[in-house]
């Protein structure tokens, strides 16, 4: 028997001081070979492409893990101001490349897996996307943590570790049928449980007053179901800097003794059907990017992410500080991602006073100098609000704290505004009338020092519309961030081509300052330079079109002019405008109206959510005019109209790179912001857009000779809404009479009496929120203006370069670094390797 030996002194420092991971293709290919072999126990008779992607992944995260704890070090060591993001959703996407490029491996990894003989491009294709979010706002989420590691800024990330995410669309006879989304089957390498960081979240029971030790008055929250938050980190790697962030989602678990006390009871199985109620809580994502009002479940994820997220922020402050909150702001800010986590701002209170003992007006000056809301939507009908008896029963304690902040700010009120009792009303945190609910985004701007819109046109009507009241109270909390995306993700990662001309014309420095792309414009006239540019980018339809071809077998030019709208399907995004043109141009074939004809691939994709009828009634049209139209031979190449299902974070890799033009096309004052916009400018894609969300600021820095401008403004929107008579309007106009007749006429629906009919009602309503037939015309119009720009060919190769080059400002590093700058206040950190 061999002697084991014990050692007396404490293991962890001799275990936790490991030698660095190669970067070379040689050491990666090693480590790419134990993992599959050792680890995952598999060998050559496994024929699932699943565990070499696993093997290769595990190499390049354990080269990720050093540097995440040297970042956590830094931070400490420093004990720096933090800021954390809280947001109910964080659309990451795949994980695989965007590391190895963010590492900057990945040649070395590209060379291991040439010599393994495996294919790369599999293995990355074979990641499921991490779907943790509905669109834009999740998306943005993703984007700003990418920035935030890459300027070296001590940011967290904050959300939830859904077990289902959005869900997975098939088309089955041209209508949506979801399916769940199950990510985590397969397992998730990208993420580190940390059991030891657990936290206790209370719902429901009662709150009692009573004295503590020292004679003060106490409120006591008991008798609560308590549920136990648990996080998993993935690390969050900056571009080639040292640095890796931690965005920490949470899981909702069962506590013991939640069991145990129906267990004691002698009901086994009540004990476990309790446990799945604690569980449900993170189980699945609200697919809806609208508010789905009233569901208690939402509430309860809403609760457990900011709970569990305050709780962890001041547990590592108190690890530090104790007690003493009296730096509590200057070290931390809370950046709130919509109004989705904004009753952090009554948990936070909670917890300064109930757990920590602080004084009101203390925890109040502390909150409101910490919390700063961001808002993403103008639409009146998407803002949150909640029944206040259901939060009496889930949330007893918070709801206390809302009634106060609400009584002590409206006595402000009332003193700035003295007996303006209709004003009180307007801005009460309480709605009344009826069923009393809570107003979550009065409540975000009371408790906050910061509210902003996304993009200059949003933040302005904000300040004069649905916020006025709260504007003129106080001003100087208003301003704008506009939106951004990340360049690593949306031009180096997803169009490699382009990258590698762009970096040997003007260096590489634009990864990290895109203002640096104005350089391109010095090329613009060499001849050269143009064709390459062309070139990259027919390859790129070329592989959108390959990468489709699978799926649906229509044979498409890459000739043709690609003419994508790819986002959630929304009566104010108006895909329908979209199908409107698609109709008329069908309509000119058929008339044989074809002189100068330019070919034209219209693709659109996006989900509605489940329960949004207009938006399933959207898709079917779509899919219904693309079915008759592409098997129409007299149509031929001239037009094609394709619907791109289940588009996702992987998807839009793949599509932007490949697409002519943009479509932009929302009831001016609708869209916030828009960054789908920005990533299909970053490469090369021409606009054509509404005078609406950061569309204006795109046309801003291309120039107005090089967007494609229709539509009414916002004001001339809001003026015609009294008078406005669609039906009118088609009298006068054969060819939009043409297109009506086409779809009243059941020409896309023969077998399918009627289907149409709600949308044709819509069109044709003088209340269509969304006056689409308002804008047909000027939107033909400036489609033709598409169509003779896309036929002189170096013209339009100018206006794609043009488009690239002055993308700059919509780097989130901007946006970031404006976050950063005006509101947050952090010092970047070096983290030395
Ligand atoms: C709320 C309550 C209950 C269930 C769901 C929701 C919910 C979920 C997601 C409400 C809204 C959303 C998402 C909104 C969103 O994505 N907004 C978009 O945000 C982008 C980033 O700022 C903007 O660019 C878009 O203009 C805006 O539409």
Known sequence: MPHRRFKKSHPIESISNLPELGMKPKEIEGDIKSYYGHRLGRDENCKSVHYVYEALSLAVSDRLTERWKKTYNAYRKEDCKRAYYLSMEFLMGRTLSNAMLNLGIDDAVSQACYDLGLDLEELIDSEPDAGLGNGGLGRLAACFIDSCATLQLPVTGYGLRYEYGMFSQLIVNGEQVEEPDHWLRNGNVWEVQRLEYTQRIKFGGHTETHLDEKG????????????????????????????????RLWKATATDEFDLQEFNAGDYAESVAAKNGAENITMVLYPNDANENGKELRLRQQYLLASA???????????????DFTDFAEKNCFQL??????????????????????????????????????????????LERWSVNLFKQLLPRLIEIIFEINARFLSEVSARWPGDLSRIARMSLIEEGGQQHVRMAYLAIVGSYSVNGVAELHSKLLQQGLFHDFYELWPEKFNNKTNGVTPRRWLAACNPELAELITETIGDGWLTDLSLLKKLELHIDDKVFCDRWYAVQQAAKQRLIDYKKQELDIDVSVNALFDVQVKRIHEYKRQLLNVLHVIHLYDRIKRGDTANWTDRCVLIGGKAAPGYYMAKKIIKLINNV???????????????????????VSAMEKICPGADLSEQISTAGKEASGTGNMKFMMNGALTIGTLDGANIEIREEVGDENFFLFGLTETEVESLRNNYDPVAIIKQDEDLQRVMNLLEC???????????????????????PWITIADFRSFVDAQKQVELAYQDKERWIKMSIINCANSGKFSTDRTISEYNNELWKLTPVKVNN
């Open 309 to 323: 997220s305050l709780q962890d922020v001041l547990a590592l402050w108190i690890g530090r500080h104790g007690n």
């Open 746 to 768: 059941g020409h896309f629906n023969q077998f399918e009496h009627n289907i149409f009919d709600g949308i044709v009602n819509s069109l044709k309503s003088p209340h269509d």
């Open 626 to 648: 693309a079915n008759v139209i592409n098997h129409d031979p007299e149509v031929g190449d001239k037009l094609k109209l394709i619907f791109l299902p289940n588009y996702r």
């Open 216 to 247: 003060n008055s106490r409120v006591y929250w008991v008798d609560s179901h308590d549920v136990l938050a648990v996080p998993f980190d993935v690390p969050v790697p900056g571009y080639q800097n040292g640095t890796v962030n931690t965005l």
């Open 337 to 382: 991602n919509d109004t989705h986590p904004s009753i952090a701002v009554a948990e936070l209170m909670r917890l300064l006073i109930d757990i920590h003992g602080l004084k009101w007006d203390a925890a109040w000056a502390i909150t409101k100098s910490t919390m700063a809301y961001t808002n993403h939507t103008l639409l009146p009908e998407a």
